[in-house]
């Protein structure tokens, strides 16, 4: 641990010190008239905050923390490490007290409202908005038979959805992950923007997306249990340590798929019983396995394996993201899956080594699948890890594959 620390320490001191090119522009996900943080060609961040009676103020994102420097107007500035491209969660720390950068928008990840800024990528066309036919990404609230409590999700409508008021449409319910709510896939995930310029481009049927919370689901007098039970080797929390040999428990695939099956909790009751019979009792939707498909991310992901192994006449359309794979040897006792599946996704990161390489990796589960007859898909996204980046690109290419 101390030789990690070091080595750390060291890695900071050598960014810090490292040639800086000086092209920094507000970042796009800033307030309105802030100009700082800032983000230069290297993909490096800028922060700066006025603390004239601080002693220490550090930039922390990505779990390392970077010195700032006070100027004698007691105004802190420094600067970052190059970063992946995409969004990232990051805060502050001043005096020891972490805290949210005034200068930016909130994000809902690690369980708190916090700062968020995204790093240009070089595909973010896809996610950039464009003078397109807009849909539309709307507050729901409704009411649970299951926790007897109203909830809240959001729903995406496409353009089509109001040009063509007589049309009926699929869904697909869409999860995020641990430490995040319903407001991820819309804020952070570019949700509704990615939909809008794939249908103008042809490159997506129009469908409806229902975002939920996964994590807050509880029967009346249930304690919070995590998002449905043990998670040994399972997907960890957005930033958080990744845990020795990828997300996947060394177990059979037997047990793996027994333990999958939990993962849902009382969320799968929500969404079974009271999110699909309300979502097509007040809109205008396709109601049968066809066309309905439930995908998400990291914990998401494993919502989405147990939930769609559980009901296999419900979902044709699956796709988990950073979530683990779901194994050819899983569906033995499953055979329903087989005959309603018309797609099967799974995406990581190509940083994400336990997914994206060896055994283990989504490559080798797609092609197991497919030996049984699954319509099975993969995806590995270029130099990204547990991350935002890595799940909008994930969608961006599990929509094209829906409902056609």
Same mark, same amino acid.
């Given at each position: 641990m101390k030789k990690t620390l070091l080595l750390m320490a060291?890695?900071?001191?050598?960014?810090?010190?490292?040639?800086?090119?000086?092209?920094?522009?507000?970042?796009?996900?800033?307030?309105?008239?802030?100009?700082?943080?800032?983000?230069?060609?290297?993909?490096?961040?800028?922060?700066?905050i006025s603390a004239p009676e601080a002693n220490s103020v550090k930039l922390d994102i990505g779990g390392v923390k970077y010195e700032m420097k006070k100027d004698a107007n007691g105004v802190w500035t420094g600067e970052s490490a190059p970063q992946d491209e995409g969004f990232h969660y990051y805060q502050l720390n001043i005096d020891g007290a972490s805290v949210p950068d005034p200068g930016s928008k909130y994000?809902?990840?690690?369980?708190?409202?916090?700062?968020? !800024?995204?790093? %240009? @990528?070089?595909?973010?066309?896809?996610? /950039?908005? *464009?003078?397109?036919?807009?849909?539309?990404?709307?507050?729901?609230?409704?009411?649970?038979?299951?926790?007897?409590?109203?909830?809240?999700?959001? !729903?995406?409508? %496409? @353009?089509?959805?109001?040009?063509?008021? /007589?049309? *009926?449409?699929?869904?697909?319910?869409?999860?995020?992950?641990m430490g995040e709510n319903e407001t991820g896939w819309g804020a952070q995930g570019k949700t509704g923007i990615i939909m809008d310029n794939l249908i103008a481009a042809g490159k997506a049927v129009p469908f409806i997306i229902f975002m939920d919370n996964g994590l807050n689901a509880r029967k009346p007098g249930e304690q919070p249990q995590g998002f449905g039970g043990p998670r040994p080797g399972?997907?960890?929390?957005?930033?958080?340590?990744?845990?020795?040999?990828?997300?996947?428990?060394?177990?059979?695939?037997?047990?793996?798929?027994?333990?999958?099956?939990?993962?849902?909790?009382?969320?799968?009751?929500?969404?079974i019983k009271d999110i699909i019979p309300m979502v097509e009792k007040n809109y205008r939707v396709i109601a049968d396995a066809d066309h309905r498909a439930m995908a998400g991310l990291s914990m998401g992901g494993m919502q989405t394996h147990g939930i769609t192994l559980n009901n296999p006449k419900t979902f044709a359309y699956?796709?988990?993201?950073?979530?683990?794979?779901?194994?050819?040897?899983?569906?033995?006792?499953?055979?329903?899956?087989?005959?309603?599946?018309?797609?099967?996704?799974?995406?990581?990161?190509?940083?994400?080594?336990?997914?994206?390489?060896?055994?283990?990796?989504v490559i080798n589960a797609a092609e197991g699948l497919k030996k049984i007859g699954i319509n099975a898909h993969s995806y590995i996204s270029p130099e990204t890890a547990h991350e935002w980046q890595t799940w909008r690109r994930s969608l961006y290419q599990f929509a094209q594959l829906l409902f056609k």
């Open positions: 060291a890695f900071v001191a050598v960014s810090a010190s490292a040639q800086v090119t000086e092209d920094f522009k507000p970042a796009s996900t800033n307030q309105e008239g802030k100009q700082y943080p800032m983000v230069n060609s290297q993909r490096m961040v800028r922060a700066q994000y809902y990840g690690a369980s708190r409202w916090g700062s968020g !800024i995204d790093i %240009p @990528a070089a595909d973010e066309d896809f996610y /950039t908005v *464009k003078n397109v036919p807009q849909g539309s990404v709307n507050e729901v609230y409704y009411y649970s038979s299951v926790t007897q409590q109203m909830r809240h999700g959001y !729903i995406y409508l %496409p @353009a089509e959805y109001y040009a063509n008021p /007589t049309k *009926k449409f699929p869904v697909l319910y869409l999860q995020h992950g399972g997907p960890r929390p957005q930033g958080g340590a990744r845990p020795a040999g990828g997300q996947r428990p060394r177990m059979s695939g037997a047990d793996f798929a027994k333990m999958a099956r939990r993962m849902g909790g009382a969320f799968e009751e929500v969404l699956v796709g988990i993201f950073s979530g683990g794979t779901i194994g050819a040897d899983e569906l033995t006792d499953v055979p329903d899956f087989k005959a309603t599946n018309k797609v099967l996704f799974m995406s990581a990161g190509g940083k994400e080594k336990g997914m994206a390489e060896g055994e283990g990796s």
